[in-house]
């Protein structure tokens, strides 16, 4: 073959990955490089000396020593909290109960904002504890303490944890152990030699996971933080790009350092899971290691999930649900001070109630329609191609979900707003669209890459030999195979979008609410009732969208 036709055969894999290229180099790495610019040449010239002052700065060093004590505490104690859950899902006959999967992924679809202000008002002093539980006097107070940041963001992101261990022990076959208890090993001394050190490597990915998770989050630091004034870079970074005087170079200085944390956390992941990474799955097969509780253990097995659901769903879920039917706060929880009466305001009385809910449903419509245009466009394209291109295309669809999500925001704002009067979006609710479909855009490609990897090839090449040109096999054969996916996808970016607060607390154009800040300006204004009454409206959808995921996924395709 000619050199001249080798590059018009590669000009032609190229051709789909060009135009999605651009796109992303646009949504991604634009905004990204602006907050380098920004932090390192302010006046159009090179001068880190504002940069590292503000890294250098006491305040922010103490920032920094707050942002990696609580993401280190979270670890540790969601740790806690998903192994012995793991271990019950995945080896009892309690993992047979198909619902607890359901069930326990309600606190991550939960908004973290949501559960901590359920926390606050259950805990607070004449708090929803103290009416139910009048001698205990001021006990229930000491929770809002750093204990109770790191337990609440804990019952967030341990669901992260328990499905990555869970899937690891499933992957364990049974021999292993066995072998181990032939020789006399016990139950302790087989979970610390055999089964521990075999499932290493996949704590890595959800210890980073929840680790990034944790130094990312805004609501619950912004919420229950702010009570206790442990400030971390969220928080510093949202208050440096809202708050005058606003100093977008200190916005950009730290969100470089978070950068630079989280990064050292992949790379320090990515170091842990080469060394410790085992071929638990072969061509022989195996059957899971399965243990037999008896009556005192099975017990005691349920009663610990138990606790978990109450402590993780059912308090803050409690806290909020009677707050929205409270009528007059000052009698609390006594007979006949309950109501709808906040319901109904909200969409009969309240206009910027309606409002903020008619935002929030049409911009995760929007995104969510958007990013699956995209998403799908960027998968497709991606497997159809090869070469180094393809990899960075990859490489850029991907990188939103590795960044702290304040992060690329700041940059949205930053490279928006100084391309405003060549593409005036910046200000308009057409910006918030923009970013919560560069947020959240992994979701579809994630899941759409997944249905990808379950098509043969020779689907698409049978449509090409009986004359299908390549796009109506896309979209005859290809596409009604990848629906299931899609629809995953879209509506995961729905979900979050529909929750979304940081993104809006800081791009939202003027009084213009979505439901986050709605419940947020209505809790700290002091209508805690209206607030958190679109509170559960807000975890109604959340929740309903889950469950239809979980029903559509097991549904066996035609």
């Known amino acids: 073959m000619s050199s001249a036709s080798k590059r018009k055969k590669q000009s032609k894999a190229y051709g789909p990955l060009i135009p999605i ?3 992303l180099i646009v949504l991604v790495l634009l905004p990204l490089g602006m907050i380098f ?7 159009g010239s090179l001068d880190a000396s504002n940069a590292l002052a503000t890294i250098l700065n006491p305040e922010n060093a103490h920032t920094v020593g707050n942002t990696l004590l609580l993401g280190l505490c979270v670890v540790l104690c969601s740790t806690a909290i998903a192994m012995p859950l793991a271990l019950i899902t995945a080896r009892t006959r309690i993992a047979h109960s198909k619902w607890l999967d359901i069930i326990l992924m309600i606190p ?11 926390w606050i008002l259950f805990v607070q002093k004449r708090g929803l504890f103290q009416q139910l539980f009048p ?15 790191v337990l609440v963001m804990s019952l967030h992101v341990f669901p992260f944890m328990l499905t990555i261990l869970k899937n690891a022990l499933i992957n364990i076959g049974a021999g292993m152990e066995e072998s181990a208890a032939i020789y006399g090993g016990g139950f302790w001394y087989r979970l610390r030699r055999v089964t521990l050190p075999l499932i290493t490597g996949n704590y890595a990915i959800g210890a980073l996971l929840v680790f990034v998770k944790t130094a990312s989050e805004y609501g619950t630091p912004a919420t229950l933080g702010r009570r206790i004034g442990f400030n971390v870079f969220v928080t510093d970074i949202h208050r440096a790009a809202t708050i005058a005087p606003i100093d977008f170079g200190k916005a950009a200085s730290l969100s470089g350092v978070l950068i630079t944390i989280c990064l050292t956390a992949w790379f320090l992941q990515n170091y842990v899971s080469t060394r410790r990474s085992y071929n638990l799955v072969g061509g022989k097969g195996s059957r899971p290691a399965a243990q037999t509780l008896g009556g005192f253990k099975l017990g005691l097995a349920c009663a610990y999930v138990a606790l978990v659901l109450v402590v993780s769903i059912g308090i803050p879920y409690f806290s909020v649900i009677s707050t929205a039917l409270i009528n007059l706060r000052g009698y609390g929880l006594s007979a006949g001070n309950f109501t709808f009466a906040h319901f109904v ?27 699956a245009v995209l998403g799908t466009a960027c998968a497709a394209a991606v497997r159809a191609a090869k070469g180094r291109l393809r990899k960075a295309v990859e490489i850029m669809g991907l990188m939103p979900e590795m960044l702290p999500g304040i992060v690329l ?7 928006w707003n100084m391309a405003y009067k060549a593409v005036p979006l910046y200000n308009t609710i057409w910006i918030m669209v923009l970013a919560y479909v560069t947020l959240f855009l992994p979701y579809t490609i994630q ?27 896309f979209r005859r054969v290809t596409l009604p195979l990848l629906a299931r996916g899609i629809f995953a996808g879209w509506m995961m970016t729905f979900i979050i979008s529909f929750r979304e607060l940081v993104t809006a607390s800081l791009i939202a154009p003027p009084n213009t609410l979505v439901i986050s800040t709605f419940i947020i300006r209505e809790f700290e204004q002091g209508s805690v009732s209206v607030g958190m009454a679109m509170a559960v409206i807000c975890v109604l959808f959340t929740t309903g969208a889950l469950i239809l995921i979980n029903r559509f996924n097991k549904e066996k395709p035609n």
């Open 21 to 23: 290229c651009l796109i």
């Open 37 to 43: 610019k920004t932090a390192v040449f302010p006046g």
């Open 108 to 118: 991550f679809m939960t908004p973290p904002y949501i559960a901590s202000m359920g």
């Open 135 to 149: 001698g205990t006097g001021a006990f229930s107070e000491r929770f809002i303490s750093f204990g109770g940041l």
């Open 345 to 371: 305001e909200l969409f009969n009385e309240n206009p910027r109630g309606r409002q903020a809910f008619s935002n929030s449903v049409f911009l995760a419509v929007t995104s969510a329609s958007i990013a």
């Open 409 to 415: 925001v700041i940059g949205i704002m930053l490279f």
């Open 447 to 473: 899941y759409v890459s997944g249905a990808f990897q379950q098509i043969g090839d020779n689907l698409a090449a049978a449509g090409k030999v009986l004359g299908g040109r390549p796009f109506y096999v």
